[in-house]
C-alpha cells in the first residue's frame, strides 16, 4: 500500500512540474477592461465630505460600477461615482455612493477602524503601483468617515491574502446627506510604495451598500473570485511621469510605564522604558524599518480557542513592525509548514516548565519593498536578549528573502533563515556558536492571468550543527477554480529531520495528499444567491508505518441573499496515535498505537450580518476516539449602531469515553465589550474564561489616537486561575498576574 502511494506522490511532483511549465509559459498578463485618467489638482483639496472644490468638477468621473454579489452579470443597483485627481503630497479620492429608491440606512458595528466583513456599509480603494497583479495597497471608509487600511499578498486569491492590521499615515473624510454619502480620501505619496517616472498603475474600487445587500466594483470581477482580487483591476493613467516623493524618514518613538505582579512572588515589579521605530524610504519602493527596544503591551490579546486537536494552533502575527511587506518572508511553504513565522522571535521556551515566555527583543532592522517591477526584496535581523533565570541565550535572528516576477502572475521566491547564538557552551561570546538553527527553501508561486489556475510547489532544507536525515519538506497545490468548479490538489512531503525553529511546523515525518472538488449551483431565487456540494479528502502516511490519519469530508453549502450562509458536513476521520493521548487533558491516556475510526456530523450558520443581532453557531456531533463528542459553539453579536458591539464568543465540549478514560466538560466563555465613543476614542473590555486550562483572562485596554497613528494606550490585565465542581461557573479564584500598562505612541515626519 505504502509504495503505492510512493510512486503515486511520484507521479504527482512530476506531473505538477509540467502543468506549473506550461501554464506559466502560455498564460501572460490580463488586460484591463477600464481606465481612469487622472490630472493634477487645479485648486487646493478641503477633505470636508464635499466635493465642490473646481479640482473636483475638472476630473474625470467614473461610474457604471458591476454587481459581484448576489448577481455579476448586470450594473449595480446603488450607483456610484469615483474621481481621482493629486497634488505634490497627495493622491486624492473623491466618491460619491448612492442609496436606492426604498432607503438610506447604512450599517457599521462601530466607529473602531480596520473594519471587516459583510455586514458594513463601505467603500474601498485598491492601489497597485507596480502592475504586478500580485500585491497592492487598499484603503477603505464607511459612511460615517471610519477607516481601514490593509495589504493585498498573493493576488488576493483567498480571504488570509487581505491583511488589515498594517498601519499607515492617510486623510479622509465623509458625509451622509438624504439619498447618497460622499467620502474623500487623501493619502500621502510617501505612504504609498511606487516607482519614479511611472505613468501607469492597477487600481480598483469596490463598495458594499448593506440595504440592497450589493457588492459591487468599478472593474468587473467575476462573482466566484473576492471583490480584492488583484487579476481583474483597472488602469489609472497619469497625465505626466511621477516625480519622487522627496526625503521619507519617519520616526516613532514611546514611552511605556508598566507595573506587573505575579502572585507567587512577594513585590510588584515596576518599569519604565522607552524606544522607538524608524521608517526610512531608500527609494519610493524600498523601504528600512529599524526598532530599538519595542514594546508590544498594547497589542490586542490572541482570542482562545478549544483545543480537541494533537497539535498546535496557529495564532496570527499582530505586532506593527512585521507587518509591511510580512508576505515576503511569512507565505513560504503551506498553511501548515511554514518555515518562517514571525511570533518565534520574541517568544522563548521555559527550560524547567516546557511553556512559552516573552523573551525581550533588544532592536532589529529591516528592508523591504521593490526594486523595480520584477524584483522585491527582503532582509530581517533581529536581536533577542539573554534570560538566564530560565537558561535562554541571547539569540540573534536573521531572515533573507528575494522574489521574481515571472510571466502574467507568477514568481519564484528564496529564503535564507538563521537563528544563532554568539554564546557558545561556556557562554563566551563566539561569532562561530555552535548553537545554530538554519533554513534555505525555493518557492515557486503560480498565479494566471484570468485567476482560473493558481498553485504553488516549494522545497525547504534545513541545517543543524549535528546533520540529520531527512532534514527537508517538500509541497504542492494547484487549483482549478471557474463559475462552477473548484478542483484542488495538494500534496505534502515532511521528513523525521526536518528542523524549522523559527516556523510553525506543528507535524514532522508524514506524507499527504489532499484532493478535493466542489460545484456552484446558481438558482434564480429570490432568497438563494448559490449552493452546491463538495468533496474533501486528506490521506497521511509515515514511512515504514503506513496510514496514520484519513479524513473524508462531505458538504453542501448555501449563500442567502441576507448574506447568511449554511454548510452541513458529514465527516469520517481515522487516527494512529504516535505517542500516548488523554482528549481530557487528564486521567489514563490512550496508548502509542492504538486506531480510531470516527464519523460525526458538523453545522455551521451564520446569520444576517446586517441586523444589529446577529451571530454565528457551529455544531459537532458524533464519534470522538473511543467515545462520542458534542460540542456547540459560535458568537453573539449586539450592535448598538454607530457606537459600540458587544459580542459573546462560547463553545461547550461534552466527551464522553469507554472506562477506563475519563470524560471531559470544556467550557469557554469570551464576552467582549467594545465601545467607540468617536473615530479616536475606543475603549475595550474583554473577558475570557477558558476551562481546559482553569483559566481567566481580563483585559481592558483604552485607546486614544491623538493624531495619525499616535496613540495613547492604557492597558489593564488580570489573570486567576479558576477551577470547581461546576465548569460553568467555578467557585475558586486564585490570582496568577496582573498588569497594568501606560504607553504613548507618536508619529513624526523628519
Given at each position: 500500500?505504502?509504495?503505492?502511494?510512493?510512486?503515486?506522490?511520484?507521479?504527482?511532483?512530476?506531473c505538477?512540474?509540467?502543468f506549473f511549465?506550461?501554464?506559466?509559459?502560455?498564460?501572460?498578463a490580463?488586460?484591463?477592461?477600464?481606465?481612469?485618467h487622472?490630472?493634477?489638482?487645479?485648486?487646493?483639496i478641503?477633505?470636508?465630505?464635499?466635493?465642490?472644490?473646481?479640482?473636483w468638477?475638472?476630473a474625470?468621473?467614473?461610474?457604471g460600477?458591476?454587481?459581484?454579489?448576489?448577481m455579476?452579470t448586470?450594473?449595480?443597483?446603488?450607483?456610484?461615482?469615483v474621481?481621482?485627481?493629486?497634488?505634490?503630497?497627495?493622491?486624492?479620492?473623491?466618491?460619491?455612493?448612492?442609496?436606492?429608491?426604498?432607503?438610506?440606512?447604512?450599517?457599521?458595528?462601530?466607529?473602531?477602524?480596520?473594519?471587516?466583513g459583510?455586514?458594513?456599509?463601505?467603500f474601498?480603494?485598491?492601489?497597485?503601483?507596480?502592475?504586478?497583479?500580485?500585491?497592492?495597497?487598499?484603503?477603505?471608509?464607511?459612511?460615517?468617515?471610519?477607516?481601514?487600511?490593509g495589504?493585498?499578498?498573493?493576488?488576493g486569491n483567498?480571504?488570509?491574502?487581505f491583511?488589515l492590521?498594517?498601519?499607515?499615515?492617510?486623510?479622509?473624510?465623509a458625509?451622509?446627506?438624504?439619498?447618497?454619502?460622499?467620502?474623500?480620501?487623501?493619502?500621502p505619496?510617501?505612504?504609498?510604495?511606487?516607482?519614479?517616472?511611472?505613468?501607469?498603475?492597477?487600481?480598483?474600487?469596490?463598495r458594499?451598500?448593506?440595504y440592497?445587500n450589493?457588492?459591487?466594483?468599478?472593474?468587473?470581477?467575476?462573482r466566484?473570485f473576492?471583490?480584492?482580487?488583484?487579476?481583474y483591476?483597472?488602469?489609472?493613467?497619469?497625465?505626466?511621469?511621477?516625480?519622487?516623493?522627496?526625503?521619507?524618514?519617519s520616526?516613532?518613538?514611546?514611552?511605556?510605564?508598566q507595573?506587573?505582579?505575579d502572585?507567587?512572588?512577594?513585590e510588584p515589579?515596576?518599569?519604565?522604558?522607552a524606544?522607538?521605530?524608524?521608517?526610512?524610504a531608500?527609494t519610493?519602493?524600498?523601504?528600512?524599518?529599524?526598532?530599538v527596544?519595542?514594546?508590544?503591551?498594547?497589542v490586542?490579546?490572541?482570542?482562545?480557542?478549544?483545543?480537541?486537536?494533537?497539535f498546535?494552533?496557529f495564532?496570527?502575527?499582530?505586532?506593527?513592525?512585521?507587518?509591511?511587506n510580512?508576505?515576503?518572508?511569512?507565505?513560504?511553504?503551506?498553511?501548515?509548514v511554514r518555515?518562517?513565522?514571525?511570533?518565534?522571535?520574541?517568544?522563548?521556551?521555559?527550560?524547567?516548565?516546557?511553556?512559552?515566555v516573552?523573551?525581550?527583543?533588544?532592536?532589529g532592522?529591516?528592508?523591504?519593498?521593490?526594486?523595480?517591477?520584477?524584483w522585491?526584496?527582503?532582509l530581517?535581523?533581529m536581536?533577542?536578549?539573554?534570560?538566564?533565570?530560565?537558561?535562554?541565550p541571547?539569540?540573534?535572528y536573521?531572515?533573507?528573502?528575494?522574489?521574481?516576477?515571472?510571466?502574467?502572475?507568477?514568481?519564484i521566491?528564496?529564503?535564507?533563515?538563521?537563528?544563532?547564538?554568539?554564546?557558545?557552551s561556556?557562554?563566551?561570546?563566539?561569532?562561530?556558536?555552535g548553537?545554530?538553527n538554519?533554513?534555505?527553501?525555493l518557492?515557486?508561486?503560480l498565479?494566471?492571468a484570468?485567476?482560473?489556475?493558481?498553485?504553488?510547489?516549494?522545497?525547504?532544507?534545513?541545517?543543524?550543527p549535528v546533520?540529520?536525515?531527512?532534514?527537508?519538506?517538500?509541497?504542492a497545490?494547484?487549483?482549478y477554480?471557474?463559475?462552477?468548479?473548484?478542483?484542488?490538489w495538494?500534496?505534502?512531503i515532511?521528513?523525521?529531520?526536518?528542523?524549522?525553529?523559527?516556523?510553525?511546523?506543528?507535524r514532522?515525518?508524514?506524507?499527504r495528499?489532499?484532493?478535493?472538488?466542489a460545484?456552484t449551483?446558481?438558482?434564480?431565487?429570490r432568497?438563494?444567491?448559490?449552493?452546491?456540494?463538495?468533496?474533501?479528502?486528506?490521506?497521511?502516511?509515515?514511512?515504514?508505518?503506513?496510514?496514520?490519519?484519513?479524513?473524508?469530508?462531505?458538504?453542501y453549502?448555501f449563500?442567502f441573499?441576507?448574506?447568511?450562509?449554511?454548510?452541513?458536513?458529514?465527516?469520517?476521520?481515522?487516527?494512529?496515535?504516535?505517542?500516548?493521548?488523554?482528549?481530557?487533558?487528564?486521567?489514563?491516556?490512550?496508548?502509542t498505537?492504538?486506531?480510531?475510526?470516527?464519523?460525526?456530523?458538523?453545522?455551521?450558520?451564520r446569520?444576517?450580518?446586517?441586523?444589529?443581532f446577529?451571530?454565528?453557531?457551529?455544531?459537532?456531533n458524533?464519534?470522538?476516539?473511543?467515545?462520542?463528542l458534542?460540542?456547540?459553539?459560535g458568537?453573539?453579536n449586539?450592535r448598538f449602531?454607530?457606537?459600540g458591539?458587544f459580542?459573546?464568543?462560547?463553545?461547550?465540549?461534552?466527551?464522553?469515553?469507554?472506562?477506563?478514560?475519563?470524560?471531559?466538560?470544556?467550557?469557554?466563555?469570551?464576552?467582549?465589550?467594545?465601545?467607540?465613543f468617536?473615530?479616536?476614542?475606543f475603549?475595550?473590555?474583554?473577558?475570557?474564561?477558558?476551562?481546559?486550562f482553569?483559566?481567566?483572562?481580563i483585559?481592558?485596554?483604552?485607546?486614544?489616537?491623538?493624531k495619525?497613528?499616535?496613540?495613547?494606550?492604557?492597558?489593564?490585565t488580570?489573570?486567576?486561575?479558576?477551577?470547581?465542581?461546576?465548569?460553568?461557573?467555578?467557585?475558586?479564584?486564585?490570582?496568577?498576574?496582573?498588569?497594568?500598562?501606560?504607553?504613548?505612541?507618536?508619529?513624526?515626519?523628519l
Amino acid at each position: 500500500m505504502f509504495q503505492g502511494l510512493r510512486a503515486l506522490s511520484t507521479i504527482s511532483l512530476y506531473c505538477k512540474f509540467f502543468f506549473f511549465f506550461l501554464l506559466s509559459t502560455s498564460l501572460f498578463a490580463q488586460k484591463s477592461d477600464r481606465q481612469l485618467h487622472i490630472k493634477q489638482a487645479s485648486s487646493v483639496i478641503k477633505l470636508d465630505g464635499v466635493l465642490e472644490e473646481p479640482a473636483w468638477q475638472e476630473a474625470e468621473m467614473s461610474d457604471g460600477f458591476w454587481q459581484n454579489f448576489p448577481m455579476d452579470t448586470s450594473r449595480t443597483v446603488a450607483p456610484s461615482e469615483v474621481r481621482l485627481t493629486y497634488d505634490d503630497k497627495f493622491l486624492y479620492v473623491g466618491v460619491k455612493c448612492y442609496a436606492t429608491d426604498e432607503g438610506n440606512y447604512y450599517v457599521t458595528p462601530s466607529l473602531r477602524r480596520d473594519f471587516r466583513g459583510p455586514g458594513n456599509d463601505q467603500f474601498s480603494f485598491i492601489v497597485d503601483p507596480f502592475q504586478d497583479q500580485t500585491t497592492a495597497f487598499i484603503f477603505g471608509i464607511n459612511p460615517y468617515g471610519v477607516q481601514r487600511e490593509g495589504l493585498i499578498s498573493n493576488g488576493g486569491n483567498s480571504m488570509d491574502d487581505f491583511d488589515l492590521s498594517w498601519d499607515n499615515r492617510w486623510f479622509s473624510d465623509a458625509k451622509i446627506y438624504e439619498d447618497y454619502w460622499i467620502a474623500e480620501f487623501a493619502i500621502p505619496f510617501k505612504t504609498l510604495r511606487y516607482k519614479e517616472g511611472s505613468k501607469e498603475w492597477n487600481i480598483q474600487f469596490y463598495r458594499l451598500d448593506s440595504y440592497t445587500n450589493e457588492r459591487s466594483t468599478w472593474n468587473h470581477v467575476p462573482r466566484n473570485f473576492r471583490l480584492y482580487s488583484l487579476a481583474y483591476t483597472g488602469e489609472l493613467l497619469w497625465d505626466k511621469p511621477l516625480k519622487k516623493p522627496g526625503g521619507n524618514i519617519s520616526v516613532i518613538p514611546y514611552v511605556s510605564a508598566q507595573q506587573n505582579r505575579d502572585f507567587s512572588e512577594e513585590e510588584p515589579v515596576e518599569n519604565f522604558s522607552a524606544g522607538g521605530d524608524a521608517k526610512i524610504a531608500i527609494t519610493p519602493s524600498l523601504n528600512l524599518d529599524l526598532t530599538v527596544n519595542p514594546d508590544f503591551s498594547q497589542v490586542e490579546v490572541d482570542r482562545q480557542v478549544t483545543n480537541l486537536d494533537r497539535f498546535e494552533i496557529f495564532f496570527p502575527e499582530r505586532r506593527q513592525f512585521f507587518l509591511e511587506n510580512a508576505d515576503l518572508f511569512a507565505n513560504f511553504g503551506s498553511e501548515s509548514v511554514r518555515p518562517f513565522f514571525s511570533r518565534r522571535i520574541g517568544v522563548a521556551i521555559d527550560t524547567a516548565t516546557g511553556v512559552n515566555v516573552q523573551n525581550r527583543i533588544i532592536g532589529g532592522a529591516r528592508l523591504s519593498g521593490r526594486v523595480n517591477k520584477n524584483w522585491r526584496i527582503g532582509l530581517l535581523n533581529m536581536q533577542t536578549g539573554e534570560d538566564k533565570e530560565i537558561n535562554v541565550p541571547s539569540f540573534n535572528y536573521t531572515v533573507a528573502a528575494v522574489q521574481r516576477q515571472l510571466f502574467a502572475r507568477s514568481n519564484i521566491s528564496a529564503l535564507f533563515i538563521n537563528k544563532q547564538s554568539f554564546s557558545d557552551s561556556t557562554n563566551e561570546f563566539s561569532l562561530a556558536s555552535g548553537n545554530y538553527n538554519r533554513l534555505v527553501g525555493l518557492d515557486y508561486n503560480l498565479a494566471s492571468a484570468d485567476n482560473t489556475w493558481a498553485g504553488k510547489v516549494y522545497y525547504h532544507q534545513s541545517i543543524d550543527p549535528v546533520p540529520k536525515d531527512d532534514a527537508y519538506s517538500h509541497g504542492a497545490n494547484l487549483t482549478y477554480s471557474t463559475r462552477n468548479w473548484e478542483v484542488t490538489w495538494e500534496h505534502q512531503i515532511v521528513g523525521e529531520g526536518f528542523n524549522a525553529e523559527v516556523g510553525f511546523t506543528p507535524r514532522l515525518n508524514f506524507r499527504r495528499i489532499s484532493p478535493s472538488v466542489a460545484y456552484t449551483f446558481y438558482p434564480d431565487s429570490r432568497s438563494v444567491v448559490s449552493h452546491g456540494p463538495g468533496v474533501e479528502q486528506q490521506l497521511w502516511w509515515k514511512p515504514g508505518l503506513g496510514i496514520t490519519d484519513y479524513n473524508f469530508n462531505l458538504f453542501y453549502e448555501f449563500s442567502f441573499r441576507n448574506t447568511s450562509q449554511l454548510t452541513v458536513s458529514a465527516l469520517n476521520d481515522y487516527i494512529y496515535l504516535f505517542r500516548p493521548f488523554s482528549p481530557a487533558r487528564e486521567g489514563i491516556p490512550f496508548s502509542t498505537g492504538d486506531t480510531f475510526n470516527m464519523r460525526y456530523l458538523t453545522v455551521e450558520y451564520r446569520s444576517d450580518t446586517r441586523r444589529n443581532f446577529n451571530y454565528e453557531i457551529n455544531t459537532i456531533n458524533g464519534q470522538y476516539y473511543d467515545g462520542f463528542l458534542n460540542s456547540f459553539s459560535g458568537t453573539i453579536n449586539y450592535r448598538f449602531q454607530p457606537y459600540g458591539l458587544f459580542s459573546l464568543d462560547f463553545n461547550y465540549s461534552d466527551i464522553n469515553l469507554q472506562e477506563p478514560y475519563s470524560d471531559a466538560q470544556f467550557v469557554l466563555i469570551g464576552p467582549r465589550l467594545d465601545l467607540t465613543f468617536t473615530r479616536s476614542v475606543f475603549l475595550t473590555t474583554f473577558v475570557q474564561y477558558n476551562s481546559q486550562f482553569d483559566n481567566v483572562n481580563i483585559n481592558t485596554r483604552f485607546q486614544w489616537r491623538f493624531k495619525p497613528v499616535s496613540d495613547l494606550f492604557i492597558v489593564y490585565t488580570d489573570n486567576y486561575t479558576a477551577y470547581g465542581e461546576s465548569r460553568f461557573f467555578p467557585d475558586t479564584y486564585e490570582k496568577k498576574n496582573r498588569g497594568l500598562v501606560v504607553k504613548l505612541t507618536y508619529w513624526l515626519n523628519l
